[in-house]
């Protein structure tokens, strides 16, 4: 029998309290896979065909206000102060989500990104953890930090990552309901990582990240290999974490990002997010690292380029990019 959201709502709300408050106001970091996810092996439910594991981006992400309306017919949903129609990818997605949950009631959803917003940066994972958390505030229904994680899921799949701080990973999961795959906090963290941000082209991407991920997976003869990529990769990763190993775990980032890109490339007809830009910073990046500097990139799927460094890089990262966006997922708390 297929299982539905709605029955992996239920069940997931099934030991919650009803507390409902007026209004909720919350945040949801975005956050960047330095093992990405890429692939699903169930898409209502988007459950995960490997691991990934990711980095948030602290301060920069989605912050969120909620309340229910109850003499309207549709929902309203703001995104930096603007009125978004009801027909843009991000509410279809969004309103089909909140049916989940609703009972009865539409919601008023006004939505502010700290991400640069012009190509690439509006982040599914951070709106969609938001939401979760804004419905959890709203209903007081006081749920685990792996139920929230599992509801965003739900919503897009890198969404359950953004529900904390610092490095996360999301469990592959073997269960058909997917109640085994939701993501949890790294027990080794690394305070000094720094991901910085390059907007290189506010251009819209040729094709959204959900649809280039399933043709991939439909038609790439290289998707073959991602899985048993993404298993050494994470393994590395996570040893290069606990041993505090910087060019172990870039390598290990870079290398999976290329991976992923590449089964793009293959994939028929082909999936190119990268642009002229893209190509000369990786190029930029390499020659800064045979001068010395420890600097890995990352892409996801979009033209922009992410850094990875350590925060004692961070002054030499900012003369080589003067408008890197330099993101801290600990913000001075660990
Ligand atoms: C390349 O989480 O946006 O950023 O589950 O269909 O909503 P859906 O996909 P989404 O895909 C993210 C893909 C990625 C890699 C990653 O974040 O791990």
């Known amino acids: ?73 549709t ?19 969004l309103t089909a989500y909140l049916d989940l949950f609703r009972a009865g009631a539409y919601f008023n959803i006004e939505t502010r990104n700290t991400i640069p917003t012009a190509a690439g940066f509006a982040s599914s994972a951070s709106g969609f953890a938001a939401a979760v958390r804004g419905l959890d505030t ?12 599992s509801l965003a899921r739900l919503g897009s799949g890198s969404a359950c990552r953004s529900v904390y701080d610092g490095l996360v990973e999301w469990d592959v999961g073997s269960s058909e309901d997917g109640m085994d795959s ?93 642009t002229p830009e893209t190509v000369a910073t990786i190029t930029r990046v390499r020659q800064l690292r045979d001068e010395g500097l420890m600097v890995y990139c990352t892409m996801d799927a979009g033209p922009n380029v992410k850094l990875l460094f350590l925060h004692a890089s961070q002054e030499a990262i900012e003369a080589a990019f003067p408008d890197v966006v330099v993101t801290n997922a600990y913000n001075g708390d660990v």
Not at 77 to 90: C, E, I, P, R, Y
């Open 1 to 73: 029998m297929r299982i539905t959201r709605e029955d992996v709502v239920s069940q997931l709300l099934a030991g919650a309290s009803d507390r409902p408050v007026e209004s909720a106001d919350v945040y949801a970091p975005a956050n960047i896979a330095l093992c990405k996810y890429w692939g699903k092996r169930c898409s209502e439910l988007n459950l995960p065909v490997t691991g990934s594991l990711s980095l948030s981006l602290g301060s920069y992400g989605s912050h969120l206000r909620m309340s229910r309306m109850t003499e309207a017919t």
């Open 75 to 93: 929902d309203r949903v703001t995104h930096n102060g603007v009125a978004l129609s009801a027909d843009t990818a991000f509410v279809r997605t």
């Open 138 to 149: 709203l209903m007081g229904w006081a749920l685990s930090p792996q139920a929230l994680s």
């Open 182 to 274: 939701f993501a949890t906090p790294l027990r080794d963290q690394w305070p000094d990582l720094r991901i910085g941000l390059l907007v290189l082209t506010d251009k819209t991407k040729p094709i959204g990240s959900r649809q280039a991920m399933q043709h991939t997976v439909d038609t790439s003869p290289l998707y073959r290999a991602w899985p048993e990529t993404v298993a050494s990769d994470l393994a590395t990763i996570k040893a290069a974490i606990t041993e505090r190993s910087f060019e172990r775990l870039g390598q290990a980032v870079e290398g999976n990002a290329m991976a992923m890109h590449s089964t793009m490339f293959a994939a028929r007809p082909s999936v190119i997010y990268w």
